[in-house]
């Protein structure tokens, strides 16, 4: 007994002696870290490391940050909102990090975000879209100014959705009924909210509301639910569940579309990961690679595909931004410090791969999230067709119009 | 409704029961909850796509290797987790119970883990069996569930085919009844063993790919299907074959009935309370003996 | 049969010396120029030894497998939140709160205990897991759902009082649970654990001792829980309600050493760092960190502390 | 009376473990419950410890009913028990043990006073453990073991004390020692009830005693009135009233032997249950090993046949294998019918047959599944019955039959009567003689029935203690009653 505890302070203070050789770098050290963080193995993460290599490749190559080259740092977070905390505090204390971008799980981007304020360092999150987190930083604000979104938030993409759906059920397809199949998470609530009350505006009447646990694994029950009450199309919210709605919806044949949000369909494995069954499913994302929302966007889809072999998910869009808004505000800021980064990053007049980006202000309801609608952030809807994501809107820059799967039946004009 | 219950209560019973067939034969034969059995189902499920992804046999080829990974999951789990541990005098019953418990779910995060830097942490789906849907009871219903439902029951009765009509079958029976007997009947219980273990992941294998074929697998679903797996066992009672069949349709029924009326959403939920009340009055599950 | 010895009865006055002069070491950790991160990591570490600890009680004593830890840290941890995010209490109450509703809940995870045994129980707790956690995510409007609660909040920034908070958390549940594992109420509990016929033919009514070993378990493991809260910032049910953190609470206990309260407080710190340490690993280091489990587990059955002995006993 | 026991009644599914047992005891008696294995002696001990709860019939205490409580409740009322497989807390010190006996049913307890310190140390000196208050269980012998859980019992001052078989596994000086402990604590406070299969055991000990067979109380009586009985002789000797049958062949002392085995000891844990010993089995003949229950005859058979380790050897047809398994020497034909039976029940009996056949090809199985059920016609006719739903002697032939399918050189049967009805013997008899007239095989029984055994072999060794305590061919044997008396 006495032995192991003697054995257990020594290994401590051999620990601590080795993290007092660490000596925390240098601020004015060439070069700039940057971490990324996420849970690697998902494909989200792999997303997200893809679109930050690409832009620290780009910046690098082009001279960097005023003569500074970015360094990425990567952090795994292992889907954990405690390894997450661990891990960025050992970025910032022990690597020296100047900012952090990254996450896809919106409970990570909460638990970090006061972190950010605490280490006072910049922290731009590009996956995860709760609105919690630009409502944090609107009642912490100034306190929690470090943090950033250059991914939609919940709420503009239900915007997204109910303005695609609009465009494509009502308007190409004339639709008149749609259901709502959203999964049973925190961030559906403002979701199902706001289309509740903006499709039947926009002339879709909704028959049927279903909301789905998480860990549901047979959606028989669900879609005969749905066509019983005679929905044309539904609607759906899903981010969490993955690939079954999507397998079993073509498996069982259900006779109407899915559109609306789907976080995986838009990732471009996911034709593979479900054998092809994605065919004529529609979601709405954050840019598609074949239309040019700005002048940035095929060329970074292009180059992207050329060097990773897949299609940039929406996180990649939103990482690659996040990183050249890093870059632009530090060169504005002309310093490193986090304080001065966040104010500068505030002032963001962008215009990235992804759209327009400005940031919301203090007063904003969802401060530091990108400013949604026309001029600035829109979003696409993609639909699959044959293997590929076509953009089927905006109807401005769409690349084809919405097919119907073999089993959908053609709606009666 | 009703008809639209029975027919889809049927099918993923009929997916449970097969998923659960292996688990309780293995602990009957050798007295072991596998933990990770639904990481062996999701590692058949994910070589199987991997494998229909990439070849031209199609299926077949894609069977094939599902259930040579569950089998090669399986003795793995024996050689390397298993046996060290029974090899292990130290410990007193009672903790090696746990210690099996606990070693097999680290098994679980190795494999997962495992899998999700292999083939990524995605959830993945076989292409079907037979495209096309048919009408059953006027609820259209996917070809490939029916036909999988009907592979499912025939594997199932394939197993008890082997087990009550072939010699290595009946010596698996004797050996979950009374391993002292079988002893003495000069029958080396090692070899029953890996037996078992093999059978067992070719039978974890077939179910994995059946059930990426329906729901879809993903390296971290494993514990998920472990659960369901152990509620349905525990449910039937521990070893009890018969019982977990009938269990594995009572949990299916009770999971689709619940969808269908009280809301998807609330779907595992009654199951689960279901399952803690009548492991309350009857502690060893509805046909278990002790 | 042989069973690990415990160093109870021949050690004498020795191990609680040793383990003042490690605590004050621990206590000393600040001073010794480290820097912030290390600190966070072992305030981590020191609130899973916590958990650890409770769970050994109920284990290595009162003989019962409980696969749901996190029903009754969540327990905890989700009332702290609840109470702290509706502006319902101060930080302070809500920690007492979250400690209480555990010991509630640690009452309800003692009922199955009282007719169930072995893996029938060990289901049971694991059941208890996933129902709360349905319940959490049901009830998303309050909750959060699977994105948590943010509390408004937080007791320090400062990462040292954060290590003290914790290191109090741990020392003081090390504390009451050793001295009441030493106790005859420890003894009439080891009794029940190993033998509960024997226990009642010696005249002990075995449901309130297992009851109260739940209590006590559950008002650490609540209140290391609640603490916690109030150090991350937030309660999600992917930390605080998850079955694979309840394994990860038994690994810590069976790597450093069942049926001892320090062996899986080591243990605790250990798994917390060494995932930390074999970060260079990348998505690889859990299965790292369940690889030197599981080889512990496999060959070292008496843990990191049972280890030691066994090199003692060689020697 | 201390303790009144009426009609006591428990079933096991369809079995009358006891069926309506009446005795009591006073104060200051010490009373001996004996009986033949299964024959409910220690179901009536734990029906009154409240351990298992009676199904009717009334227990009671000072006149107070007691039966269906709880134990902790019963054990509250003054009744204390000491089991026959002692369960120390392992990790805890003798001392603590005691300790452990003396503390009250109170949670808030948290210090132990100096009292219950005094009284465990009393109690360690009255059974002779004083020196042993440090150590560990573990480190006791297996009599300081029981030692250590009589004193439990004896520190909460019980008013009725129940032994469970205290003797088992003890030798014979540890025995002696053992009555003289308990002898000390007869007392005007106290009863004793002890339970033991050893008649000769707990003759000197007890004031009376209650003997069972079946279920059912068969003798109350004192000592030498019950031993006298000739019910009692039946049960334990087989049936009194027919002339005792020997076999009046005589193996050369030369003969080949199938077994022999030298020197093998067997211990579990620190209790001896074989102690040295060594014989030979004749070839081509019945051999048989006779002695009480817990003499050791099971672990001999266990030990030829590799079920448990022991030390020694065993030289089967003159060859001594190195390290065999359990199955390997079943498979090499000699082979163990086992008391338990072993069977599997949720198995049809031609099913079992199979299994017990499994080494063989086709045809060859066919022709021995045709030799066993010509010997056991019974079994033909249940073919498809599960082994289950078959009576005790049935399943005694099924356990035979399935040893046959092995085509075994060498068959142990251990105690192939136990619980028969006398009715069955004679099928086993029969089937005895036809394998000793077939000459293919040696047969070795393990009896406690004398009659039986005399009947057959042609060799006898008298087992005792684990040791042998005599060997002879079956004319020279005499003095059965040794014994019983």
Known sequence: MSRVLAKFTGAVVALSTAMWSFAP????????????????????????????????????????????????????????????????????????????????????????????????????????????????????????????R?????????????????????????????????????????????????????GLEIVKTIKVATDTSDFTPIFQQIEASKAQAIVTGVGIIGNKPVVQWANQQVPMLLMGYNAQAGASAFWKETSGATQGVSTFTAASTDSPLTPKTIPFATKYQEKYGTTPAAHSFATYDALYLLKDAIERAKSTDGGAIADAMEKSDY?????????????????????????????VAVQWQDGKQVTVWPTDIAKNKVTLPKFVPSPKK | MLAELIVSGVIISAIYALATTGFTLLYGVSGILNLAHGTTLATAGIVAWYVAGRSDLGLVAALAAGIAAGVAAGLLTFWLVIRPLQRNFELSESDEHVFMLVATLLWTIILQEGLASIFGDVSVSLPQMIPGVVDILGVRTPASSVFVAIIAWLVIGLLWFYVSKTKSGQILLAASINPRGLVLCGINLGRVHLLVWALYGALAGFAGVLVAMILGVSPSSGLDLTATAFSIVVLGGLGSVGGTLIAANLIGFIETATAYTLGPSLRSLPALIILVIVLYFRPQGLFGRR | ??????????????????????????????????????????????????????????????????????????????????????????????????????VVAGVLLALPALRLRGPYFGLVTLVATLILRQVIILFSDYTGGEIGIAVPDIITISSTLNFYIALGAAVLTALVLRLLVNSPFGLVLEAIGQDPLNARVLGFEITKYKVSAFCVSAFFSGLAGALMVFYLGTASTNVFVDASVGVQVIIAAIVGGRRTIVGPA?????????????????????????VVALVILLFLPGGLLGATRLFRKAR | MLLEVTDLLKRFGGLKAVDGVSFAVDRGEILGLIGPNGSGKSTVMNLIMGVLKPDSGSILLDSREIGGRSPNRIAGHGVSMVFQHSRPLHQQTVLQNLYLALLPNRLFNFRLSPDIDSRAHDALKLVGLEHFAGRKPSELPFAGLRRLELAKSLVRKPSLLLLDEPFAGLSASEMEEFSDLIRQLRSDERAIILVDHNVKGVRALVDRIVAMSSGQKIADDLPDHVLASPRVREVYLGRGDEAVFRRPHSPAPDAPSALKVEHVSVRYGEAIALDDVSLSVPRGEVTAVVGLNGAGKTSLFNAICGIVPASGTVEYEGRTPRARRAYEIARSGVVLCPETRELFTDMTVQENLGIGGNALAAAEKRRQTEFVES???????????????????????????????????????????????????????????????????SL???????????????LIHVMEHGKIKWSGPAGEFDAGSALIA
């Open chain 1, 25 to 148: 770098l240098h601020a004015d050290e060439n070069p700039i870290r940057i971490g990324v963080m996420a849970k690697f193995a998902q494909i989200n993460g792999a997303a997200i490391l893809n679109g930050a290599k690409m832009a620290a490749e780009e910046i690098n190559a082009a001279g960097g940050i005023d003569g500074r080259k970015i360094e990425l740092m990567t952090y795994d977070d292992q889907g954990s909102a405690s390894d997450a905390t661990l891990a960025f505090q050992r970025a910032v204390r022990e690597d020296g990090v100047k900012a952090m971008v990254g996450t896809f799980l919106s409970e990570i981007a909460i638990t970090l975000t006061p972190w950010a304020a605490r280490l006072k360092v910049p922290y731009i999150v590009t996956g995860a879209g709760a609105d919690q987190v630009g409502q944090l930083v609107h009642d912490h604000y100034p306190d929690y100014k470090y943090v950033f």
């Open chain 1, 150 to 202: 250059t991914i939609l938030p919940a709420s503009s993409t239900a915007k997204g959705v109910c303005d695609s759906v609009h465009d494509l059920a009502g308007g190409q397809l004339g639709y008149k009924r749609v259901a709502l199949m959203t999964e049973d998470a925190a961030w559906t609530k403002s979701y199902d909210a706001f289309l509740q009350k903006c499709l039947p505006e926009n």
């Open chain 1, 351 to 379: 215009v990235g791969a992804s759209g327009h980006i400005v940031f919301q202000g203090p007063k904003d309801p969802l401060t530091h999230d990108m400013k949604f609608g026309k001029d600035f952030v829109t979003g």
């Open chain 3, 1 to 102: 049969m042989t069973v690990p010895r415990s160093d109870r009865s021949d050690t004498g006055p020795w191990p609680y010396i040793v383990a003042a002069i490690v605590v004050c070491l621990l206590a000393a950790v600040p001073f010794l120029g480290v820097n912030a991160y290390l600190l966070s990591i072992l305030t981590l570490g020191l609130f899973f030894a916590v958990f650890a600890m409770c769970w050994d009680l109920l284990f290595g004593y009162a003989g019962e497998p409980n696969f749901g830890a996190t029903f009754l840290i969540g327990t905890g941890a989700y009332t702290a939140a609840l109470l702290s995010s509706n502006g319902l209490a101060s930080p302070a109450v809500c920690i007492v709160a979250g400690a209480i509703a555990a």
């Open chain 3, 266 to 290: 080591i243990g605790g710190v250990f798994l917390i760092a060494a995932a930390q340490y074999l970060h260079p690993l990348g998505s690889l280091s859990e299965m790292g960190v369940a």
């Open chain 4, 375 to 441: 010997l056991f016609p019974r079994l033909a006719e249940r073919r498809k019955q599960f082994a289950r739903t078959l009576s005790g002697g049935e399943q005694q032939q099924l356990a035979i039959a399935r040893a046959l399918m092995m085509k075994p050189s060498i068959l142990l049967i251990d105690e192939p009567t136990l619980g028969l009805a006398p009715i069955i013997f004679d099928a086993i008899s029969n089937v005895i003689e036809t394998l000793r007239e077939s000459g293919e095989l």
């Open chain 4, 444 to 458: 070795f029984l393990a009896e406690q029935n004398l009659t039986f055994a005399l009947r057959h072999a042609d």
